[in-house]
């Protein structure tokens, strides 16, 4: 039935990103099983600063962090992915009641489940397949357990417009009263770094983003001419922000349930955007939507930020 309902979703958001212009789709797509492969391949490259820079920083802050979550926390992680990360938050944890996975490609989410639950047997794990984009719906709250902690690595949060960010926070307050949130934000950098991470030379983030439109002739019966495509990213430097789109290298027209849609050459389809940010703006951010700033911690070269955020137990309205 979901996968039926995201079917269904896929195919109206195609549908709407070919038909509008400029043509733009969310980048939760680029996530199936062969994307997700992909990416794991992205987070391991040379020129792919983040994971590897979050990764230490978690190493060297996870007794910190612990601290605040205090014993028995009830751990979700939203995007959670191959569970890489919060295994150094899980091994610091003070006996952690549950934790939650959260993340949209079931498959890849399942398998990496059910590694973790083997190396940590004492610990509940929960996964749930779904979109931290929707306003998402939680488990209930364990009886015994202690603080209710969300962890969204990665610089996830990159990918929303402002808008999209501030309805993230919003959705954790009202769902995690009296709980907190720790963030991974990448930071503002020197544009050479940032446009050699979107712009690797084995090519694997051409692969990923150009995965997009294989996904969409596989699922949607789609009739994308993939080699007639390709993957530029670029910083945008007034607005922090890379962005990654799709070129079309001529003109073309692209099929999709009877309808047919027209490329211009050099039109693009836009695929994500990553914001950039300080340390400041993100606190300022959170706070607009309720939340409130507590410890963070950055890498020697401030390439990367770690935030954690308290939720109150009551939200003004």
Known sequence: MIDHLEHLQFMQDMQTALSQS????SPKYFYDQAGSALFDRICELPEYYPTRTELALLQSCASEVAQCMGEHADILEFGAGSLQKIRLLLKAA???????????SGAHLEAASVTLQQEFPQLRVQPLVADYTQDWQLPAALPNAGKRVAFFPGSTIGNFSPAQAHTFFKNCARHLPGGALLLGVDLIKLPDVLHAAYNDAQGVTAAFNLNLLARAN???GCDFDVKQFAHSAFYNAPLQRIEMHLLSLQAQTVHLSGQAYAFEQGETLHTEYSHKFTIAGVQQAALAAGLQAGPFWTDPHHHFGLLWLNIPHTQEH
């Open 218 to 220: 596989r699922e949607l």
């Open 94 to 104: 003070q006996q952690p009641a549950r934790y939650v996975p959260m993340d949209i």
């Open 22 to 25: 400029p043509k733009g789709i």
